[in-house]
């Protein structure tokens, strides 16, 4: 009988372990730059084209390889960081496996050109799918220059499942920026299709990310400066008044690597709990140092996920850190009254004349007339109040304690018998039907309105565009930018005229019928995060989203008192809407109580 078990070729072995490290163009730059580093260059050049689909080439001024070397580090299992299993445990380098640059000759056409500072001449290596066609001594710099082509060419259901060039090259320069932060005191430049889009050079940490995200950052960051025997802190959060509902900037680094960790993240949203709206978030640059042997990097080929020995002693350490950096700086200034700078106060004059100033008045004002006014104290406990009351109806419509039904059969009397609905905790609107007590959320309910009349005009292509008066201009960073050129369509589609200016800045010229007054600037650049989280979205699924950013940003806030002829009008109009009963997010926009229930109460 014909054994089944059988061991695979090399090439194929190859191709299936390089999938693990290299699964799309940014993965050939992150192991690339990597290796620089590693390589002790302070300058780093990379240049695409395509977004890395045709060619990528990253060019570096480390100490080069020697032309045994070069070919040697083209092997599985090769590598100059690491000798014995004991060296895994005081790791200081990116990489130590061996498998980046196996993985990345095995589904590309690499090329590799590099000398050291003790050479004369350099070496040119040729690979192509793991097999070394042709290598030959060359003129070139100390350092190394590596050029991959036609990535995944002999895989074609790799290559076929690439997102577009502007998605992929977010994904690069999402990886530049990772790379950059790390190291600051590493010179980085990023050409693609011959443009320079990045050129950063070596900096302190805080002009690196000014450099990279705008000079806004410069009044929005707080030091951030601790050191115990356990991890040494440093970095920079941001202040109060510039947390984000999305489109915040946060990186995590430990000795010198960009990691991912939820566990840590939580603990800086601890700090700021409490004194930022539900949902907004501090961007935060923090850098984690550590003994190596006190961290483990060996648990996925991206190494972004990293174990601690002393995780939740990190864990407090951080979260008191940015606290009382937070607090120290966000505190009142106090008052100076420095006598040496008072103006002179003229000493009374008896015989001077006294002239009386002209007082005008409103002989009708009345103190007491017109609402009531409302205190801080009130106001807040108004709206606490009612968020929690909006969670437990939630809760209770989705357990099926409180039963809703279809809004278009039966939900109000014809236009002309609407009964006067009333609005209470100025967040409800309580309006009599014939099913019993209808409770709508003025909030939600705008929400689908303003969702659907978007969506409405985006589709029939007649959205309306408002033009400003005065265009406003700001600044993306370079991966917004991206993901901007890609998002830039469905902007149109849906009222807004945003102009390209270049380098990533955008001028605001008109916006939808119905946004105007708005922060633009935050609605954009949420609109442009959700895009990045959301990597996979269709077309559609993009313009959904938007939409729904722009029904929240201007729909009717909770907490805001509407007329009668207000309250009226928005259940009409959600009346009107294909799916009133929910929000786009499936929400709970109103629940109905019965007589027989409102009864049993009594």
Avoid at 223 to 235: A, L, N, R
Avoid at 409 to 425: G, S
Avoid at 437 to 448: E, G, K, P, S, T
Wanted: with cysteine; proline share 6%.
């Amino acid at each position: 009988m014909e054994s089944k078990v059988r061991i695979l070729s090399p090439q194929v072995a190859s191709q299936i372990a390089a999938g693990e490290v290299v699964n799309r163009p940014a993965s050939v730059i992150k192991e690339l730059t990597e290796n620089a580093v590693d390589a002790g260059a302070d300058s780093i050049k990379v240049i695409l084209t395509d977004a890395g689909r045709t060619s990528m080439q990253v060019i570096d001024n480390g100490c080069g390889m020697t032309p045994d070397d070069a070919r040697t580090a083209f092997e599985r299992h090769a590598t100059s960081k690491i000798h014995e299993s004991d060296d895994l445990f005081s790791l200081t380098t990116f990489g130590f496996r061996g498998e980046a640059l196996p993985s990345i000759a095995a589904v590309a056409e690499v090329q590799l050109r590099t000398r050291t500072a003790d050479s004369d001449t350099g070496t040119a290596i040729t690979v192509k799918a793991s097999e070394i066609e042709q290598q030959e001594p060359c003129v070139c710099p100390v350092g190394s220059s590596f050029t991959v082509r036609n990535l995944f060419y002999n895989v074609p259901a790799r290559r076929k499942f690439l997102k577009s060039n502007q998605t992929e090259y977010g994904h690069i320069l999402t990886e530049i920026e990772r790379l950059s932060l790390a190291h600051p005191e590493v010179a980085v430049e990023l050409t693609h299709q011959d443009e320079q889009v990045l050129s950063l050079p070596a900096s302190p940490i805080k002009q690196r990310i000014i450099n990279l995200f705008g000079r806004k950052m410069n009044e929005a960051l707080l030091p951030v400066d601790v050191e115990t025997s356990v991890v040494k802190i440093s970095g920079f959060c941001s202040n109060l008044d510039s947390v984000k509902g999305k489109g915040a900037k946060q990186f995590f680094f430990v000795n010198g690597r960009f990691m991912r960790h939820p566990y840590f993240h939580k603990a800086v949203l601890s700090a700021y709990e409490g004194l930022v709206p539900d949902g907004d978030q501090p961007s935060y640059f923090l850098y984690l140092n550590v003994p190596p042997e006190t961290i483990d990097v060996n648990i996925h080929p991206t190494k972004t996920e990293i174990k601690f020995q002393d995780e939740q002693v990190i864990w407090k350490i951080l979260m008191a850190a940015v606290k009382e950096t937070v607090g120290r700086f966000e505190e009142m200034p106090t008052i100076d009254f420095n006598t040496a700078d008072m103006p002179d106060i003229p000493i009374y004059d008896a015989s001077r004349p006294v002239t009386q100033p002209k007082v005008s008045y409103n002989p009708d004002f009345n103190p007491f007339a017109g609402s009531r006014a409302e205190t801080g104290q009130t106001r807040a406990n108004r709206e606490n109040w009612s968020k929690l009351y909006g969670e437990a109806i939630d809760r209770k419509v989705n357990d099926g304690e409180i039963p809703f039904t279809p809004m278009k059969d039966t939900l109000i009397r014809p236009e002309e018998e609407i009964i006067k609905p009333y609005q209470f905790a100025d967040r409800f609107i309580l309006v009599p039907s014939e099913q019993g007590l209808m409770i709508i959320d003025q909030h939600r309910a705008h929400v689908r309105v303003l969702f659907e009349r978007f969506m409405a005009d985006a589709k029939s292509h007649s959205a309306a565009s408002q033009g400003l008066l005065f265009p406003e201009m700001f600044q993306l960073s370079q991966a917004d930018a991206a993901a901007f050129a890609e998002l830039k369509p469905r902007f149109a589609e849906l009222g807004f005229d945003l102009s390209d200016m270049g380098r990533g800045a955008v001028a605001v010229q008109g916006v939808p019928s119905g946004m105007e007054g708005q922060d633009y600037e935050r609605l954009i650049t949420d609109m442009i995060a959700d895009l990045r989280i959301n990597t996979t979205q269709e077309e559609d699924r993009q313009l959904e989203s938007m939409a729904l950013a722009m029904a929240r940003k201007a729909a009717i806030p909770s907490g805001r008192h509407l007329s009668e002829n207000e309250m009226q009008e928005l259940v009409r109009s959600l009346k009107a809407c294909s799916m009133p009963s929910r929000t786009p997010d499936a929400k709970t926009v109103y629940v109905i109580r019965s007589e027989e229930e409102i009864s049993k109460w009594f």
